[in-house]
């Protein structure tokens, strides 16, 4: 079946403007979960949601950042006003449940210029 | 929160040797510890996890063994390849939670 996949696959944009990250998560999973990989770094949780709340957003790195979830399906993590330390592989990861295995999607490249 | 410590942040290895990482964790009540492996370029993937209730799980040449009480965990690569080469991260969780993630170990396995 149709695994995790995320759009764009990259995106090189220019400081001072705003990004959209798209995931679309496996059908019927309810849990979906972002994270940032800076280049040969780990895994940087950023926010989950169990359906479409997001209980905790305290993952995320400045008020620029901002994420939804609509009809427990689609996410987009929202970047404001891009700075050149956003660039990094953004991972979009989904689970049936909270607590459960992790499937990741490819990622999306942002490089900020 | 949880915290997870993961050693050594690089290993290399000579192929056909065993090669093993560790990972600490500091909420007692963590239950779920998976293992991803992520080549270079690509997106993590689950290769073995266990639960609290056993202490160890193999799964052909990988193995994953489990000290609750010392709260430490450990993946086990025996016969190891060339493919093996890749970041491996270990993590934790409780319940019904999110998973944190230790720091990823650079494994090269050298022909």
């Known amino acids: 079946g149709a695994g995790v996949s995320q759009s764009p696959s990259n995106k090189v944009t220019e400081k001072g403007k705003d990004v959209e990250l798209r995931c679309d998560p496996i059908s019927g999973h309810t849990a979906l979960y972002w994270y940032r990989q800076r280049l040969g770094q780990g895994l940087e949780f950023l926010i989950y949601f169990q359906g479409n709340s997001a209980p905790d957003k305290s993952g995320l790195p400045s008020d620029r950042f901002s994420a939804e979830r609509t009809g427990e399906s689609v996410s987009t993590l929202t970047i404001q006003r891009t700075q050149q330390e956003d660039s990094a592989v953004y991972l979009c990861?989904?689970?049936?449940?909270?607590?459960?295995?992790?499937?990741f999607g490819p990622g999306t490249r942002l490089t900020v210029l | 929160g949880e915290n997870v410590e993961q050693h050594p942040s690089t290993l290399s290895v000579q192929e056909g040797d065993s090669a093993v990482i560790k990972c600490t964790y500091s909420d007692s009540a963590s239950n779920y510890f998976p293992w991803y492996k992520q080549e270079l370029g690509k997106r993590p993937q689950l290769i073995i996890d266990i639960r609290s209730n056993v202490g160890e799980k193999k799964d052909q040449r990988i193995a994953v063994t489990l000290n609750k009480t010392a709260k430490h965990f450990s993946l086990h690569i025996t016969e190891t390849q060339p493919e093996d080469s890749a970041v491996y991260f270990c993590?934790?969780?409780?319940?019904?939670?999110?998973?944190?993630f230790g720091k990823g170990t650079m494994l090269l396995v050298s022909p």
């Open positions: 993590a934790a969780s409780r319940g019904y939670s999110t998973l944190t």
């Open positions: 990861a989904s689970s049936a449940q909270l607590g459960n295995e992790q499937f």
